[in-house]
């Protein structure tokens, strides 16, 4: 168990925000994460710990938000993540042992961690970004006869917009209420979820997934910036940069609390393809697929190498993107779990789930 600092923020977030793939970036979330870090080391000490270091007989809460990342308009602040926390711990009737992000960069885990004087986990649901509570469920949405509690917080007394609503239940159904909460409440909600038993996450999360997050960070930021750092990113993925170029389209829009559409890159002889559900879902350079989710699909501006998000890749902006293979950093089983693939399919108008059967 090590405690986290200051000095661990800023490549935190750069590996958090790569593994975001494309949900969130520097230029336009860099304040918001900045902001989380230092009220949360300003609360408390913040010790990450692995899970081998916690109670195995209490259990673990999930600090995550569940909505659209980039075009939506949401009405929430940090306190609601604290307060989701809250409400869920009011439930259950106890304290948890520890805190857990859903995906990287995580930084909401960072501050109820320390509001809650408990330990942050190393690990996550998933160790990159994915744009559903089931993907993220560590193989429970293959089980229905499992019941969890999921709790959603957003919205402004002011305004007449608070909503704060506790659903039980197996995760598919309930996650179905977080998803109409975050579609009601300008696209995203604060959440939490649990309880889940560190053994559990053990076998069927994503171990270690933070001190990869930083790390990654680390060698992003050794580098100089520009290509070099985009290369430096694949390289400590054991990926490869596939397309640096401009964008020549962005379709992704708003739609039913999820973003969705395509993002074209060319370098004038080749052309990439983007499949979009919140986060990088496809990659097709050619007409031939070369990535598709769960591996690892990240943006970065070509001239900085800072990671960028979807919502921010302007026509004729430049940018590398970075793919690997799902295998090459820490990964939970509901990112491989059959039954999550079928509504991403249906809105992309595409395949995933058989390019992972045979890759």
Not at 156 to 170: D, F, L, P, W
Not at 302 to 325: L, Y
Not at 342 to 353: A, K, P, S
């Amino acid at each position: 168990m090590r405690d986290l600092s200051v000095k661990d923020v800023l490549p935190a977030m750069y590996g958090g925000l790569l593994l975001s793939a494309g949900g969130s970036g520097v230029n336009n979330s860099l304040e918001k994460h900045d902001l989380a870090a230092e009220v949360a080391l300003g609360l408390n000490t913040i010790r990450l710990a692995k899970l081998d270091e916690i109670d195995d007989e209490g259990y673990v809460l999930i600090s995550t938000s569940v909505g659209a990342p980039g075009f939506a308009k949401p009405e929430l602040v940090l306190k609601d993540h604290i307060s989701a926390a809250e409400s869920l711990i009011e439930k259950l009737g106890s304290k948890p042992v520890g805190i857990m992000c859903g995906h990287v960069p995580g930084f909401n885990g960072w501050l109820v961690a320390a509001a809650l004087d408990v330990p942050y986990i190393d690990a996550a649901a998933n160790g990159r970004g994915h744009p559903t509570v089931k993907m993220g469920g560590m193989g429970l949405a293959s089980r229905p006869d499992i019941s969890i509690v999921q709790v959603a917080q957003a919205g402004y007394a002011s305004t007449g917009s608070k909503i704060s609503v506790v659903a039980e239940g197996n995760l598919v159904k309930t996650s179905q209420v977080m998803r109409h909460c975050a579609t009601i409440s300008g696209g995203l909600v604060a959440s939490a979820r649990g309880p889940y038993k560190p053994d559990f996450i053990a076998e069927n999360g994503a171990s270690g997934a933070i001190s990869f997050q930083i790390e990654l960070g680390e060698a992003m930021l050794s580098a100089e910036p520009g290509l070099n750092r985009a290369t430096a990113a694949a390289s400590f993925m054991g990926g490869e940069v596939i397309i640096s170029g401009r964008v020549i389209k962005n379709d992704v829009v708003y739609k039913d609390g999820f973003d969705i559409g395509y993002v074209t890159v060319s370098n004038g002889s080749e052309t990439l393809s983007l499949g979009v559900y919140n986060e990088f879902m496809t990659a097709d350079k050619e007409g031939t697929r070369v990535a598709t989710f769960p591996d690892m699909i990240g943006s970065v501006d070509a001239r900085t190498g800072d990671p960028i998000a979807i919502s921010t890749m302007s026509e004729g902006q430049e940018v590398s993107i970075i793919i690997a293979h799902h295998t090459q950093f820490p990964l939970g089983k509901g990112a491989i779990d059959p039954v999550v693939f079928t509504e991403i399919e249906q809105g992309l108008g595409v395949e995933l789930y058989s390019y992972i059967k045979s890759n």
